[in-house]
């Protein structure tokens, strides 16, 4: 019988290979060291985004950093590219590196075709990183839900303790400031 091993890679191979071609066919993240290749968007997934995107900037202004599906450097093994992240401000806009768990006050997912992964594996990988709130903008049931307080069970197991759900006509606070998210108009 042969052992099979499976190569798991870093952050810096990882971007070395996307500096050679490797993913010029399209979108891949770095989940706990494995190549995911991202599915493609369908409308509803871009307008929500884009009306989240739009609106967020509008609302925080130099208050926050708004990136859309950008990365963000999550441990030595994954860089997941949500598809919003509000982070702390920086005047480089994180030229130096993109921004880790402690800069990113909220990791947003908008989600239709990968909602069971989005609240499985990507929900995992937030709390065990200490992504303080993940919000999945849940497009099949048009809600958003908030997830806050991460936790490991010390047995491997990560989650959030806390699960809000709003609806498509409400508002929710976001985690800095005073400032209030109207979700009308987000869910196309």
Not at 48 to 65: E, F, H, K, P, S
Not at 96 to 101: D, S, T, W, Y
Request: glycine share 10%.
């Amino acid at each position: 019988m042969v052992a099979v091993s499976v190569k798991r890679f870093t952050t810096d191979e990882f971007h070395r290979l996307g500096e050679l071609g490797f993913f010029d066919d399209g979108p891949v993240e770095l989940i706990r060291g494995e190549l995911v290749e991202k599915s493609p968007k369908r409308t509803p997934h871009s307008v929500c985004n884009t009306r989240l995107v739009r609106r967020l900037i509008l609302l925080l202004g130099d208050q926050a950093t708004v990136r859309g599906q950008e990365p963000v450097t999550l441990s030595n093994h994954s860089e997941p590219s949500p598809d919003v992240v509000v982070a702390q401000y920086r005047q480089d806009d994180y030229l130096a590196g993109h921004p880790g768990p402690g800069d990113c006050w909220v990791v947003m997912e908008v989600s239709d075709s990968t909602l069971a992964y989005d609240r499985g594996t990507k929900l995992s990988l937030y709390a065990e990183s200490g992504v303080g709130h993940y919000w999945v903008f849940n497009l099949v049931n048009r809600q958003l839900e908030v997830y806050r307080e991460p936790y490991g069970d010390g047995q491997g197991a990560y989650g959030y303790r806390q699960k809000l759900t709003y609806l498509a006509t409400e508002t929710v606070a976001l985690p800095m400031g005073d400032c209030v998210l109207e979700l009308d108009g987000l869910f196309p």
